[in-house]
């Protein structure tokens, strides 16, 4: 197998295609240039797609320019293994053009923890490949396997291994197939613990021995650990979750082109890493969660239960679309507090129509956004600006909290952990110590929800449904917004 790093014309290409991915990272880092990421992100993935291809194109010797073994060899394109190639690209590019045409807004969460799943298996076939036929990829002598190869084939396997099996727990419970309470398994931490002591010590002992029951329980302890960190998380860090599996495809796939001899790779497992590690970092910080317990697992899941059901019970005030449209119509300030009900009710757009009726009465209208309402990391911002809110009017939890006190509504519509007080004041709740936006401050809470008999994804109910200054207009959440907007009308 040549390596690409003997063409310097592949270096070349492969160090624009990082240059791309780079760019692509900046311009993702602001709705306002994210279209001109993606269009960058894509230019360099085409680069090094093809250049990979290219590079790596079968030849057949089917000849001698001249007699003997010694001439030089006549060559000519593997055809069979190119339309292999070809075909494969053509039915997984098929697939992701109908999934991404297809997919509901709502869904998006769980297609991303699905494509991650998709990445680290790939990283486990690739090194299972390389395992069985290590001649074929270049790592080998005699049959004997590069220390160094071994050392990347048992870390990419292992990585590929989790981030496979974890993301097939993150989608089930994001898809709704398993249930968003943390699962808890006795002496979790202490196998969590034991089972990557196991696999650690068999990498290190997979350097010295290739047999082969090393290299696979090194993978079935890899694919066990992914399911043992994933299940006791609760689905409020849900988001958190989402952002570290990004980063474990990265480096599972930065690994793998150690294996590959691919720099394209490399570079692009190593961004993918190292972001979703830098974004993972901050969205602890702004949960207040430990970043080592999101590594080790069950980070969410520590405290016991606080309510759980709805306190019906409870007197609580019911407002109409009337109520509502008439109170934020004298208001001078209104922050809207979008969360995951807007998402299941595709009410972006009428909420933002909402926003420009009442910029039209002269009311002051923001949007506040904490760093994990949704689904996803980005999943509010990614909403709002399909709706074309301004950019300006959208801010972070940490801008915008202080404002609440002096707001006449805070307008929340599908959000129920991000602005749970219990957060604050409730040891029990496990959604304990994590910053919330305080809504419960303004001088009128306005709060849509579908009815008053469920709870939140984290299965905490909320104390501001409750309050006196606390209006809930209970229903889908896209009519009651129209209904608002007739009544602004």
């Not at 298996?121 to 270049?138: D, I, Q, S, T």
Request: glycine share 12%; net charge negative; aromatic share 8%.
């Amino acid at each position: 197998m040549e390596h690409v790093t003997a063409n310097p014309w592949a270096s070349l290409a492969y160090l624009v295609a990082g240059v791309c991915f780079i760019l692509a990272l900046r311009g993702l880092s602001s709705p306002a240039t994210s279209q001109q990421g993606n269009r960058m992100g894509i230019i360099g993935m085409t680069i090094a797609v093809v250049t990979t291809l290219v590079t790596h194109v079968p030849m057949q010797t089917v000849g001698w320019l001249t007699d003997g073994s010694t001439g030089l060899p006549f060559t000519r394109i593997d055809v069979p293994t190119i339309i292999e190639i070809v075909a494969a690209i053509g039915i997984g590019a098929a697939i992701g053009i109908v999934t991404a045409r297809k997919i509901a807004m709502t869904d998006m969460p769980q297609l991303v923890a699905a494509f991650h799943s998709l990445v680290g298996l790939a990283a486990v076939l690739v090194a299972a490949a390389a395992f069985l036929n290590p001649e074929a990829f270049g790592i080998a002598e005699n049959g004997v396997i590069f220390v160094q190869s071994r050392i990347e084939m048992g870390l990419g396997i292992a990585i590929g291994a989790i981030t496979f099996s974890g993301s097939v727990i993150a989608f089930l419970k994001l898809n709704g197939n398993m249930g968003g309470k943390p699962i808890m398994l006795p002496g979790r931490h202490v196998i969590n613990l034991g089972v990557l002591a196991a696999i650690l010590g068999l990498v290190a002992y997979f350097t010295q021995d290739q047999s082969p029951w090393i290299f696979w329980t090194v993978t079935i302890l890899s694919f066990a650990i992914g399911f043992l960190l994933i299940i006791p998380i609760g689905g409020a860090d849900m988001p958190v979750v989402v952002s570290m599996l990004n980063s474990y495809s990265g480096w599972a796939a930065a690994a793998m082109g150690f294996t590959l001899h691919n720099t394209a790779m490399i570079i692009t497992g190593a961004l993918v890493g190292s972001s979703g590690a830098i974004l993972s970092y901050i969205m602890c910080k702004a949960m207040n969660r430990s970043f080592i317990s999101v590594i080790a697992g069950g980070f969410g899941g520590d405290a016991g239960p606080s309510g759980g059901e709805a306190k019906e019970q409870r007197p609580w005030k019911r407002g109409s679309a009337e109520d509502a449209a008439f109170l934020l119509g004298q208001a001078e300030q209104v922050i809207i507090v979008p969360g995951y009900g807007m998402a299941v009710s595709q009410a972006q757009h009428t909420l933002r129509e909402m926003g420009d009726k009442l910029k039209e009465h002269g009311v002051r209208v923001k949007y506040a956004i904490h760093p994990v309402a949704g689904r996803m990391p980005g999943h509010m911002n990614v909403l709002l600006a399909e709706a074309n809110v301004p950019y300006d009017d959208v801010f972070e939890l940490e801008d915008i909290n202080s404002e609440f006190a002096q707001t006449d509504i805070a307008f929340v519509i599908g959000a129920n952990d991000v602005t749970n007080p219990a957060a604050k004041t409730d040891k029990s709740s496990p959604i304990y110590g994590m910053p919330v936006l305080d809504v419960e401050k303004a001088k009128t809470v306005l709060f849509i929800k579908r009815s008053m008999g469920g709870v939140g994804y984290a299965g905490v109910d909320n104390d501001v449904f409750y309050m006196d200054n606390t209006m809930m207009l209970l229903g889908d959440a896209k009519k009651m917004v129209e209904e608002i907007v007739k009544s602004l009308e």
